[in-house]
Structure formats: C-alpha cells, structure tokens
C-alpha cells in the first residue's frame, strides 16, 4: 500500500465457501491491488458488476459463482464457464474466486505499508473522510458529481464519450453500457459487451496516463514473462452515472464512496471529498 492509492477493504467475503475472511478483527483487511490474479478471476468481477443491475441479481449472480462456475471449474468443465487463456491454473482459480471477498472503499493511504511481516509493517494509515487530492481515471469528472470507483480493467464495460444519434439530453461517458444477460456464459457476455464502442484513449490521454503512472513503478526494459512491470489491477475513481432510462445500476451504486469537488480531465488530479464515514 503506497501513498495516494485507493484503499479497498475486503474484510467481508463475497459467499460464505470462503476460508480466508475473518470479520472480528479491530483492523480492517485491506488491499490496494488485486496482484497478479488471472485473468479468469478478473472476467468474473466484470461479469459480476455487470450484469448485477438490481440488488436480486446481485445476489443471483454471487450465488452463482459458489453454486455453477466453481464446481464446472472443479470438474474441468472450462467450456461452460471460463477458458482464462494461457494463465490458466484450475486450481489458482478455484482458490480466487471461492475467497473473493466483498470489496468496499475504505479510503486513501496516508503511507507506505507492506503485506509481510517480513518486509514491513502490516498497520497502515488511510484517510477516511475529509477533502483529498486524487488521481482520476479513464472518465472526465465534473464538480458535483458522486464518485464510484471501479477497477482499471473494467474501463471498456463504460461508455467512454457520447454517443451521436442516441439523444441531445444524455451525457453517455462514463455510462455503462447496456447489457442483456439472457443466460450466457460471463466470457461471453463480457466479450460482446467490452466490443461495443471499444475503448480507445487518444494519443495525449495515453502520454497523460503514462506520466502520471509513474508512482505505479517504473517501466524497465527486462521483461518479467507477462508479469506486471507496474502496479496494476488498481481501484480508480469516475463519476457514478445513471443508466439511459435513467434507472440506477446496483452494480455501481453500491460502489459510491465520494463527490467531486473540482472537476478534471482523465488521468488528471482532481479534489474529492471522501464519504466513506457517512456510508
């Protein structure tokens, strides 16, 4: 946990098969990045935020990740449920996703705090309430608006500028994009979702973001075999929007953790003021 990350408390687990959690403790379980996980795991958070436009499918889709993918995992049946590409270890999968825990925002870290008793301490400082200056991520915020956060692979599920031709009186950025779950396989729907309007950022938004990651690590020139060179599978924060018939997504409003103060471009400093306390 480094100075200026987004704090994500994962002291509660997402079911009950989970063997790692342990809910009594004074300190809260807490994370900053979700590592090297595979990429299957990582399919099924989209697919879970996703497709869980009601608190009911909510608690559906969290069932089914008990109930369905991990005994097809278990069982080998990858073609029904996941096929995670070349990472792809049966076993690492079946342990991720039984101990996904509930991700909730904690706050912002005040320090510096390792994982390991062995390397540093296990305490850290994270800010829960008051103002803070924050990085934004792949959505321009404006003053006034709620902020969620969401994880960086889960950009291209948002509509990433307006849509010409949809209507004059809706701001689609930062939306997330319509989604008919009509019982697919979650690598499926996550596909035909993330292909409609690509994400593509433009060549000052890229050189924005690459100057600004630079207190995600630096990027060297020894490849680590498809390891992360920099800080990766990271919270960020973007403006909490409603969906087109103006409903709201359980899937993101339960992720609301601030307001925007003074407004910014992506991958731009911004002021936020945290509402953790009051939720």
Same mark, same amino acid.
């Given at each position: 946990?480094?100075?200026?990350?987004?704090?994500?408390?994962?002291?509660?687990?997402?079911?009950?098969?989970?063997?790692?959690?342990?809910?009594?403790?004074?300190?809260?379980?807490?994370?900053?990045?979700?590592?090297?996980?595979?990429?299957?795991?990582?399919?099924?958070?989209?697919?879970?935020?996703?497709? +869980? $436009?009601?608190?009911?499918?909510?608690?559906?889709? /969290?069932?089914?990740?008990? %109930?369905?993918?991990? @005994?097809?995992?278990?069982?080998?049946?990858?073609?029904?449920?996941?096929?995670?590409?070349?990472?792809?270890?049966?076993?690492?999968?079946?342990?991720?996703?039984?101990?996904?825990?509930?991700?909730?925002?904690?706050?912002?870290?005040?320090?510096?705090?390792?994982a390991s008793s062995l390397s540093g301490d296990t305490v850290g400082s994270v800010l829960i309430?008051?103002?803070?200056?924050?990085?934004?991520?792949?959505?321009?915020?404006?003053?006034?608006?709620?902020?969620?956060?969401?994880?960086?692979?889960?950009?291209?599920?948002?509509?990433?500028?307006?849509?010409?031709?949809? +209507? $004059?009186?809706?701001?689609?950025?930062?939306?997330? /994009?319509?989604?008919?779950? %009509?019982?697919?396989? @979650?690598?499926?729907?996550?596909?035909?979702?993330?292909?409609?309007?690509?994400?593509?950022?433009?060549?000052?938004?890229?050189?924005?973001?690459?100057?600004?990651?630079?207190?995600?690590?630096?990027?060297?020139?020894?490849?680590?075999?498809?390891?992360?060179?920099?800080?990766?599978?990271?919270?960020?924060?973007?403006?909490?929007?409603?969906?087109?018939?103006?409903?709201?997504?359980?899937?993101?409003?339960?992720?609301?953790?601030?307001?925007?103060?003074?407004?910014?471009?992506?991958?731009?400093?911004?002021?936020?003021?945290?509402?953790?306390?009051?939720?």
């Amino acid at each position: 946990m480094h100075k200026n990350d987004l704090v994500l408390n994962c002291g509660a687990p997402l079911n009950d098969c989970s063997t790692v959690m342990f809910n009594c403790k004074a300190y809260p379980a807490v994370v900053t990045t979700l590592g090297e996980m595979t990429s299957g795991a990582r399919l099924v958070l989209k697919w879970l935020y996703h497709t +869980s $436009d009601t608190g009911g499918n909510f608690l559906k889709n /969290k069932h089914k990740i008990r %109930s369905d993918f991990l @005994p097809n995992i278990a069982a080998g049946k990858t073609d029904l449920v996941l096929r995670a590409g070349q990472d792809f270890d049966k076993q690492r999968l079946v342990g991720e996703l039984s101990n996904l825990p509930y991700f909730t925002a904690q706050g912002y870290s005040l320090g510096l705090a390792y994982a390991s008793s062995l390397s540093g301490d296990t305490v850290g400082s994270v800010l829960i309430g008051g103002m803070q200056t924050v990085m934004n991520g792949h959505f321009d915020c404006r003053a006034g608006q709620v902020i969620q956060w969401y994880f960086d692979f889960e950009a291209d599920m948002y509509y990433q500028q307006d849509q010409i031709g949809k +209507s $004059d009186n809706i701001s689609f950025q930062g939306m997330r /994009k319509p989604c008919e779950n %009509s019982g697919k396989n @979650p690598e499926e729907i996550v596909h035909n979702v993330s292909k409609q309007h690509e994400y593509k950022e433009s060549e000052t938004e890229r050189k924005r973001l690459e100057h600004n990651s630079r207190e995600l690590g630096a990027l060297d020139g020894v490849p680590r075999g498809g390891l992360l060179e920099r800080k990766g599978n990271i919270a960020l924060p973007k403006p909490y929007m409603l969906r087109p018939d103006g409903s709201d997504h359980y899937g993101d409003k339960i992720r609301v953790f601030a307001k925007c103060i003074s407004g910014a471009r992506k991958h731009e400093m911004m002021d936020i003021m945290l509402m953790t306390q009051s939720l």
